[in-house]
């Protein structure tokens, strides 16, 4: 195995990061304008934002509700 | 001509025959009210029409469809409580159900543009469905029902989930409908049938009890009735509960209430005599006593078995 | 058939809308990326932590490029398959109970086309998201650990994107047999494992098993997790079962339809 600069470690990780933050904004975002949800509004931000990936997932699983 | 012929149609779920044994037939131009109280198996029979539910057995005929083809192109339907993807649009929705029914992606967008407008919700047209409220996803159910232009608009309590604003503009726009296609609607309130209708079925736990023409069925069953009605005091209504218990032949009581009572009578001469002649004895405090016809709510309620 | 574009397009519309588009392929991308991250880094995440005296850590083995894949392909076998199941639940339950099913099937729509438009909206969710997060993680794996073949990557996508085709056709037949979504989603799971570990662990071979998937998409990358098996059998009873599936699938609407 060759070894890497960090520059190009950097630059492994930052789509990845870029993913992770395009998720989270995506679920933010469909939290503000969604009319109802389930369970209140604030608890599901506050997972979003500390729950990164599993948080943003888990709202859209479980967090909206569509009829 | 017959647009629809039902015969002998069963459907048991379990032990319990919720249609059991039901024929009519739907002529082509005609509204027919298929009236019942709840549970008398009008939902169950209509939605063996649709072609949701299978019959145990029995036989539904559509004119000019071979017996086993699919004939859903020629029926439009509307639930009792109609559903919808809430993450649609009132337009879109009306579309998809174009599209599904054969219309060219041109068409169903000229249809739905016109329904929405004839409906009534044409500004609400853009909006997701999720914010609709009841009386406007009825209409819509309204309009997907007659995307196709069947031809027959099959709809299941359709204003009964309303309120009476909503109710009052749903029986016009259905009034208006009834002109262009033949209608099949169910109902529990004999009133709506009355209103709209040429015809009625009177379903009661599984049967037919009643059908033809409203006309056929006024006339025929036309017997004259007495209302009694006392103010309702201690001694009238002791009176009224003992009397009610021994009259007199050729009497019969159809509907009570706590102070009143309709009486039907064979012979009306000699009931109005018997009548006058024991209240004076007992001195009743007679509010109103009215000598009339039966109207169809007696035919209704005795058909549907209520005392 | 122009009936079935029509259910498609509307199911795909609703992929959107739900966001189940975006948030499914993120997801596994995520996923796929971080099996050789956390692999490259493990000795440098151990030696920081100090658990371990250093002379441990260094004699660990760094894993090779085959490995880290084969490793990706258990995450996407796991927490993947959860998310595929779970985003897949309500697929004709939900439809059923709110009475949105019964406004189409009195339409001249036929069931089959009704539950195959689903079908292949499934498909098409599950095979995107697996693509985005597997071509993820081979490059990744690439970078930071050095070339696969391949031929094994191709025929790892292949056979464990059949894998995610079945279990997905589980979830759409179980959504269908059952009024509950946690119920579908839990018994395609359970079923799911429960073919996956008698695949690997009964004694005697099932050549027949759509369980040993998994194990032949991993089996190509790294040649220790291979029961050295033919794969053609388990293919053919695997494409099988899903049509059979779909075919009970639709005749379960049949007079169950709720109002």
């Known amino acids: 195995m060759e070894n890497i600069s960090d520059s190009q470690l950097l630059s492994l990780l930052i789509p990845v990061i870029v993913a992770e933050l395009v998720l989270m904004v995506t679920a933010l975002v469909v939290l503000v304008r969604a009319e109802r949800t389930r369970g209140p509004k604030y608890m599901w931000a506050l997972i979003i934002l500390l729950g990164n990936l599993l948080g943003s997932i888990a709202f859209f699983i479980f967090g909206r509700r569509s009829d | ?307 | 058939m122009r009936t079935w574009l029509v259910l498609f397009r509307k199911e795909w519309l609703e992929l959107l809308r739900s966001y189940r588009l975006i948030w499914l392929p993120i997801s596994f991308l995520v996923l796929g990326v971080s099996q050789p991250i956390t692999a490259y880094f493990l000795p440098d995440i151990l030696a920081s932590s100090g658990g371990l005296p250093e002379d441990v850590v260094r004699s660990i083995p760094l894993p090779n490029a085959s490995e880290v894949m084969a490793g990706s392909l258990q995450q996407f076998g796991t927490i993947g398959l959860l998310l595929l199941a779970l985003s897949s639940m309500g697929a004709v339950s939900n439809e059923r109970a709110s009475g949105t099913a019964a406004m189409i099937l009195v339409k001249p729509v036929s069931y089959l086309s009704f539950i195959t438009a689903k079908w292949a909206s499934i498909l098409a969710i599950s095979w995107l998201s697996f693509a985005a997060g597997y071509v993820a993680s081979w490059y990744y794996t690439v970078t930071l650990f050095g070339s696969v073949g391949g031929p094994s990557v191709i025929a790892g996508l292949l056979y464990f994107g059949l894998w995610l085709s079945f279990v997905g056709t589980l979830a759409l037949l179980f959504s269908s047999l059952l009024s509950s979504p946690a119920a579908a989603a839990f018994g395609s799971l359970a079923l799911a494992a429960l073919l996956q570990v008698a695949a690997s662990s009964l004694p005697f071979e099932q050549p027949w098993n759509p369980g040993r998937l998994s194990q032949l998409a991993a089996g190509g990358l790294d040649a220790a997790l291979s029961d050295g098996g033919s794969a053609w059998l388990t293919v053919a009873v695997t494409a099988t079962a899903i049509a059979a599936a779909l075919y009970l699938a639709a005749r379960s609407l049949q007079g169950h339809s709720r109002s």
């Open chain 2, 1 to 307: 001509m017959a647009l629809l012929t039902v015969e002998r149609l069963v459907k048991t779920f379990g032990d319990v025959r919720a249609v059991d044994g039901v024929g009519f037939q739907v002529d082509e131009g005609r509204c027919i009210a298929l009236l019942g109280p709840n549970g008398a198996g009008k939902t169950t029979t209509i939605r063996m029409l649709t072609g949701l539910l299978r019959p145990t057995s029995g036989e539904i005929r559509m004119e000019g469809v071979a017996p086993g083809q699919d004939y859903r192109g020629w029926i439009g339907y509307l639930p009792q409580s109609p559903a919808f993807y809430g993450w649609m649009t009132g337009r879109e929705y009306l579309i998809h159900a174009g599209r599904l029914c054969g219309l060219s992606a041109k068409e169903a967008a000229r249809r739905s543009s016109e329904l929405l407008e004839r409906v009534g919700i044409g500004a609400a047209g853009k909006r997701r469905i999720a914010g609709y409220s009841g009386g406007m996803k009825q209409r819509l159910g309204l309009a997907q029902a007659l995307i196709h232009r069947p031809k027959l608009l099959v709809l299941d309590e359709p204003v009964s989930a309303l309120d009476p604003i909503g109710r009052r503009e749903v029986m016009s726009l259905l009034g208006e409908l009834k002109a262009e296609t033949t209608v099949l609607f169910s109902t529990h309130v004999l009133h709506d049938a009355e209103e709209l209708c040429d015809d009625v079925l009177i379903m009661r736990s599984g049967r037919i009890a009643v059908g033809g023409p409203l006309e056929r069925i006024r006339e025929q069953d036309r017997k004259p009735v007495l209302t009694l009605e006392t103010e309702g005091d201690a001694g009238s209504r002791s009176w009224l509960e003992g009397w009610l218990r021994r009259l007199p032949d050729g009497i019969e009581a159809s509907s009570r209430t706590a102070s009143g009572v309709r009486l039907a009578a064979r012979d009306l001469d000699a009931a109005r005599s018997a009548v006058l002649r024991e209240l004076a004895e007992a001195d009743v405090r007679v509010a109103k006593l009215e000598i009339g016809q039966t109207t169809l709510e007696d035919l209704f309620m005795k058909a549907v078995g209520n005392p």
